[in-house]
């Protein structure tokens, strides 16, 4: 009798329950597929989302993980663009590239794809992934890059610059605020400084995270619990922030934004919201604000992988800690308990 092969994969049991254990191989299940190895992966917030329950569509069973970088151990009979031992990094989005969503660029909302990663189907990390649709869900690695700075090119920086930095609007010369200093609110950070904004402020309850935010170019810091940010922002501005980004995902840093936004200004959600916020609409509809929230395309990865490979982008700043696979669990209390462990991105290799 053939023996299945197995690895080793980190598989969400229900809310609260996460496992390291041995599960079957992926294989390639359709022509269009690849199997990569992962090199280096690492956790998100959503991943912490769905461990708290968050996220009932996530199955028990189900493989966790959407970020990553590895090799091409195998690629089904349609795929062009790869071989075998191509260096690659995974997007978080897999897109068919067809439908009519991916031909307008948003490829969050391929009609076979998505966000499927570490949801619907099983996810980074672990030692092998299957990637649908490889030709459009991966990214080739130059030679000679920093593999371990572009696992922050799967998810987070394309989310901070386009869902924070591009929806807001964010031209030279604005005033903005980024509500929330951990990893996605420091790449809206770092990919804001593109367009020359004149000030940046970053506003969190941390003051290791405001400490960091400021090494990464943030002109003012606000801690929240220490002082009032509407008061303070508005005794520093004409009238408030030209762009507010919310890079937290709670009803309270929600709240900030609308109090610190100016008439004609723009409010970014980028925070992944578990309960509902109240819009003050009463205040706002005579400002003029535009308001606009969303799931990453990750359209902008291309560029920013020319960025980082040219070194105008350093986002191995974001990486505090180190783990290996075994450790994943470890790993997990460590991102979960950032503030006291002083994390931002944690990688995970074999």
Not at 101 to 121: N, P, R, V
Not at 195 to 223: Q, V
């Given at each position: 009798?053939?023996?299945?092969?197995?690895?080793?994969?980190?598989?969400?049991?229900?809310?609260?329950?996460?496992?390291?254990?041995?599960?079957?191989?992926?294989?390639?299940?359709?022509?269009?597929?690849?199997?990569?190895?992962?090199?280096?992966?690492?956790?998100c917030g959503t991943d912490l989302g769905i461990l708290h329950g968050k996220t009932p569509s996530v199955k028990p069973g189900t493989t966790l993980g959407h970020e990553g970088v590895g090799v091409i151990e195998e690629i089904g009979t349609s795929v062009r663009n790869f071989k075998k031992g191509d260096h690659v990094i995974i997007s978080c989005i897999t897109s068919d590239g067809s439908c009519e969503y991916c031909k307008k660029q948003m490829y969050a909302h391929c009609e076979d794809g998505g966000w499927i990663l570490g949801h619907l189907i099983n996810g980074t990390?672990?030692?092998?992934?299957?990637?649908?649709?490889?030709?459009?869900s991966l990214y080739l690695i130059p030679d000679g890059s920093d593999e371990e700075a572009l696992v922050m090119l799967s998810d987070i920086l394309p989310t901070g610059h386009e869902i924070g930095v591009i929806n807001g609007g964010v031209k030279p010369g604005d005033t903005i605020a980024i509500v929330g200093a951990g990893p996605i609110g420091m790449s809206a950070l770092l990919t804001a400084q593109f367009y020359s904004p004149a000030k940046i402020y970053m506003i969190d309850i941390d003051e290791n995270r405001l400490e960091m935010a400021k090494k990464f170019g943030a002109t003012h810091t606000i801690n929240s619990t220490k002082e009032d940010v509407t008061k303070r922002i508005q005794s520093e501005t004409k009238d408030g922030v030209d762009v507010a980004i919310e890079a937290?995902?709670?009803?309270?840093?929600f709240d900030i934004c609308q109090k610190i936004v100016r008439p004609g200004g723009h409010i970014a959600n980028i925070g992944v919201h578990g309960k509902p916020v109240e819009l003050q609409i009463q205040d706002l509809w005579i400002q003029n604000i535009t308001i606009t929230m969303g799931l990453v395309n990750t359209n902008t990865t291309p560029m920013l992988l020319k960025t980082v490979s040219s070194g105008k982008l350093e986002p191995s700043k974001l990486i505090t800690h180190h783990f290996k696979l075994k450790e994943v669990l470890e790993a997990y209390e460590v991102f979960g308990n950032a503030g006291k462990e002083k994390a931002m991105k944690v990688i995970i290799e074999p």
């Amino acid at each position: 009798m053939k023996q299945t092969k197995t690895m080793k994969a980190l598989v969400y049991d229900g809310p609260g329950k996460i496992e390291l254990k041995e599960v079957p191989f992926p294989k390639i299940e359709k022509s269009t597929d690849a199997v990569v190895k992962i090199l280096k992966t690492t956790i998100c917030g959503t991943d912490l989302g769905i461990l708290h329950g968050k996220t009932p569509s996530v199955k028990p069973g189900t493989t966790l993980g959407h970020e990553g970088v590895g090799v091409i151990e195998e690629i089904g009979t349609s795929v062009r663009n790869f071989k075998k031992g191509d260096h690659v990094i995974i997007s978080c989005i897999t897109s068919d590239g067809s439908c009519e969503y991916c031909k307008k660029q948003m490829y969050a909302h391929c009609e076979d794809g998505g966000w499927i990663l570490g949801h619907l189907i099983n996810g980074t990390q672990a030692e092998y992934v299957r990637i649908p649709h490889a030709d459009n869900s991966l990214y080739l690695i130059p030679d000679g890059s920093d593999e371990e700075a572009l696992v922050m090119l799967s998810d987070i920086l394309p989310t901070g610059h386009e869902i924070g930095v591009i929806n807001g609007g964010v031209k030279p010369g604005d005033t903005i605020a980024i509500v929330g200093a951990g990893p996605i609110g420091m790449s809206a950070l770092l990919t804001a400084q593109f367009y020359s904004p004149a000030k940046i402020y970053m506003i969190d309850i941390d003051e290791n995270r405001l400490e960091m935010a400021k090494k990464f170019g943030a002109t003012h810091t606000i801690n929240s619990t220490k002082e009032d940010v509407t008061k303070r922002i508005q005794s520093e501005t004409k009238d408030g922030v030209d762009v507010a980004i919310e890079a937290v995902g709670a009803p309270a840093t929600f709240d900030i934004c609308q109090k610190i936004v100016r008439p004609g200004g723009h409010i970014a959600n980028i925070g992944v919201h578990g309960k509902p916020v109240e819009l003050q609409i009463q205040d706002l509809w005579i400002q003029n604000i535009t308001i606009t929230m969303g799931l990453v395309n990750t359209n902008t990865t291309p560029m920013l992988l020319k960025t980082v490979s040219s070194g105008k982008l350093e986002p191995s700043k974001l990486i505090t800690h180190h783990f290996k696979l075994k450790e994943v669990l470890e790993a997990y209390e460590v991102f979960g308990n950032a503030g006291k462990e002083k994390a931002m991105k944690v990688i995970i290799e074999p």
